[in-house]
Each structure stands twice: as C-alpha cells, then as structure tokens.
C-alpha cells in the first residue's frame, strides 16, 4: 500500500473518530447519527431528524456546542467520478457531513463517503487544526488499495465546493495514488 493509500484511510477513520462520543460527560460528547431506519412510524423519522421531545436522554445536534456532530446524510447518496481516459466510477450509500466540524484535532468543513465497492471518499479541511486545507478525494478497492487519488496534501490540484447537499470536486488524479504516476483529469458530482 502507498503512502497515500495509508492517508487515504486514515482521513475517514479521523472523521468518524471525530464523530463519535464519549461515555464521559466531561468530553465533548458527539452524537452518532441514527442509522437508516426503513418504513419506519413518524415518531422515528422525527427522531432521525433531530426532533429529541420524546427522548429526554437524546443530544439535539442543534443544540449545545459548536463541536456538536454535523448532519450526516443518509446512506442513500450518491456520486459519480468521470475522469478524462473514459474511465467512469458510481458511488451509492453516500454518507455525508456537510457542516464543519473537529475530528481528531482537524477542521472537517465537509465529508462524503462510501464503503461500498469501489469505495469513495471525499474530504475538505479547514484552517484549524494539525492539517488544514487539503482537499483529496479517494477511489479504493474492497482491499482498501487505493484506485485513484486527488490529493492537495501531494501537490495534486484538487478544487472542492459544496452547494447545497451536493458537493463538486475536480483535480488531477494518479492512478493507484502514486506520486510518479501520470495524472488524469477528473470531475466528482456528489449528491448527499
């Protein structure tokens, strides 16, 4: 495995590392987000999105700190990497973070990610924190070997935007996330 493929998923275990919280109520407890629930009574869905009334023991993410977890999507995302060979990557089971947040000591200002084959993962740093503003964006195998990569932390040009629930993203992407490799052009539309 290279060196990138290491970062690459290491990036997604910081985010949801970050994410998690602590049995300590002196930590900045982070909600975990409620998994996909499927026809499910309106008191559950109401409770997915954030409404806590009827759960006096839940975490409203709108209330409290700023370090409270950001809204995470469903797993029902999805997103296309074109890259300028012809090669062309689907992405379904999308999870998303679309507010910034700290995980594992770095500014997260948004996350997309996919474990599904191949897998996804796209990430934009802020300013705080021990690595700020790299943007990257990961393809990987079910072994986890990374496929593509565009990564700013390896001097890959790599622009991310997020509108919305959609995250753009563009950058040159090496093939197997090798620093030597030939880089090839790419465009990401994440729908979240």
Request: a negative charge; one cysteine or more.
């Amino acid at each position: 495995m290279t060196v990138r493929g290491v970062v690459g998923l290491v990036v997604p275990l910081l985010v949801a590392l970050g994410a998690c919280g602590s049995d300590d109520a002196g930590d900045d407890a982070r909600p975990t987000p409620p998994a996909p629930v499927e026809d499910a009574p309106d008191d559950a869905v109401d409770d997915a999105a954030g409404d806590t009334a009827d759960d006096p023991g839940a975490v409203d993410p709108d209330e409290g700190s700023d370090d409270a977890a950001a809204p995470v999507g469903g797993a029902g995302g999805t997103a296309t990497l074109t890259l300028a060979n012809g090669e062309t990557f689907e992405f379904a089971g999308l999870l998303c973070a679309l507010e910034p947040q700290m995980a594992a000591g770095s500014e997260i200002l948004f996350n997309a990610v996919s474990y599904q084959d191949p897998g996804l993962d796209v990430t934009q740093f802020g300013d705080e924190g021990t690595i700020t503003g790299v943007a990257s964006i990961s393809v990987y195998d079910a072994d986890y070997d990374t496929l593509w990569e565009a990564n700013s932390m390896f001097g890959s040009s790599v622009e991310l935007t997020l509108d919305g629930n959609t995250i753009r993203g563009t950058g040159a992407f090496l093939p197997g996330g090798e620093l030597t490799g030939e880089p090839v052009d790419g465009e990401l539309v994440a729908d979240c």
